[in-house]
């Protein structure tokens, strides 16, 4: 004989629709539709949705360098500070691929200029690690610490050097305090 009551589902399960509504939120931000991002932030979409990443739409938005969506974002309370599962903030995101005027919309509104990832690495380092001349330039003049050591001890200019980054190099070996 069946159950009079059969069971349902956990409450914590999201239903096939959400899960697409979900998904097509991560593409907005991940595409940098700042327009329709906008108008589902209007209408109640939290600025702070993760996926199962952890990363929030402000991470794809800053990753992906669309700095009007990463605005869109911020105006809404999106947290620049909000890590992903893997520790990873969205100023690294942006320094990491090289979107400057990312970083410095970040910068304007609030996000922790050395946020360092769970290994100690600020995104001084990663923008010094990868070349990213500009963003180096632009975290030094918001008061990025050029001496921060990373878990392993590594500087920004260490780390630029062991990842054969000339431009970097010769920027902090130009910052360095005398």
Do not use: W
Not at 10 to 37: C, I, S, V, Y
Not at 151 to 164: I, V
Not at 167 to 175: E, F, Q, S, Y
């Amino acid at each position: 004989m069946p159950p009079d009551n059969p069971p349902q589902d956990k409450p914590d399960q999201l239903d096939d629709a959400t899960l697409e509504f979900a998904a097509k939120m991560f593409d907005l931000a991940r595409n940098g539709d700042a327009e329709n991002l906008e108008a589902f932030l209007d209408k109640g979409l939290p600025p702070n949705l993760r996926d199962h990443k952890g990363d929030s739409l402000l991470m794809l938005a800053a990753y992906h360098g669309h700095d009007a969506a990463v605005k869109v974002l911020l105006q809404h309370k999106a947290d620049p500070g909000l890590r992903n599962n893997s520790g990873q903030t969205p100023i690294a995101g942006a320094a990491f691929k090289g979107h400057v005027a990312v970083v410095q919309c970040l910068l304007d509104n609030g996000a922790d200029v050395e946020g360092a990832s769970p290994d100690g690495k600020t995104a001084l380092m990663i923008a010094a690690m990868f070349n990213r001349k500009e963003i180096v330039e632009l975290l030094l003049a918001n008061g990025a610490d050029i001496n921060a050591r990373s878990d392993n001890g590594a500087t920004a200019l260490e780390a630029a050097r062991a990842m054969g980054a000339p431009d970097t190099v010769a920027l902090l070996v130009a910052r360095q305090p005398t």
